[in-house]
T-cell receptor, first 117, second 112 residues
Framework: GAVVSQHPSRVICKSGTSVKIECRSL??????MFWYRQFPKQSLMLMAT?????????EQGVEKDKFLINHASLTLSTLTVTSAHPEDSSFYIC?????????????FGQGTRLTVV | GENVEQHPSTLSVQEGDSAVIKCTYS??????FPWYKQELGKGPQLIID?????GEKKDQRIAVTLNKTAKHFSLHITETQPEDSAVYFC???????????FGTGTSLTVIP
């Protein structure tokens, strides 16, 4: 299947700093990517939908100024957590709509474990 | 919007037995139903999916069934093995680049 690469897999940062997470579709072009946040033993919570060349669509309750999303190309979307605080510590996962039948299949990155100290 | 419910939240089976996980959805417009397996500390991995024009799909030990009328779909794993232990998520989508709505997950433990 299609491959989505997410980097870094783990990051530790100090409170007040910003962290950038990259999501790349390695062997296909993805016009749409999604960013999720996952708390321990819980399901994936959609944060925003990222569309190449346009502004991201954020879910209700997600601060767009805190979680900056840039979908600069058909193979790369980035999530920047600005002025991170300990409560932002979580597992962040991206997914990209793959080239499957009807452009419906989603493939996930490996996830990024963010710890803010 | 779409609401996906998943049961059970935890499931333990003996190695070699079958495991069944069930999901229901609310939006009749949903037409794509994937299942994901997530191992600890990793992203979800697509294991099987089914579209609304099909009632059943099988891939080796894994099968998925869909009942559009009742709006529910199920994952069936036969001859379970310890490496099947993971968290499984169902999802629903209306397709064509739209977002996925996930179930709450099922933690499956296969006891050797």
């Amino acid at each position: 299947g299609a491959v989505v690469s997410q980097h870094p897999s783990r990051v530790i940062c100090k409170s007040g700093t910003s962290v950038k997470i990259e999501c790349r579709s390695l062997d296909f072009q993805a016009t749409t990517m999604f960013w999720y946040r996952q708390f321990p033993k819980q399901s994936l919570m959609l944060m925003a939908t990222s569309n190449e060349g346009s502004k991201a669509t954020y879910e209700q309750g997600v601060e767009k100024d805190k979680f900056l999303i840039n979908h600069a190309s058909l193979t790369l979307s980035t999530l920047t957590v600005t002025s991170a605080h300990p409560e932002d510590s979580s597992f962040y996962i991206c997914s990209a709509i793959g080239p499957g039948q009807g452009n419906t299949e989603a493939f996930f990155g490996q996830g990024t474990r963010l710890t803010v100290v | 919007g779409e609401n996906v419910e998943q049961h059970p939240s935890t499931l333990s089976v003996q190695e070699g037995d079958s495991a069944v996980i069930k999901c229901t959805y609310s939006d009749s417009a949903s037409n794509y139903f994937p299942w994901y397996k997530q191992e600890l500390g990793k992203g979800p991995q697509l294991i099987i999916d089914i579209r609304s024009n099909v009632g059943e799909k099988k891939d080796q030990r894994i099968a998925v069934t869909l009942n559009k009328t009742a709006k529910h779909f199920s994952l069936h794993i036969t001859e379970t093995q310890p490496e099947d232990s993971a968290v499984y998520f169902c999802a629903a989508s209306i397709g064509t680049g739209n977002q996925f709505y996930f179930g709450t997950g099922t933690s499956l433990t296969v006891i050797p």
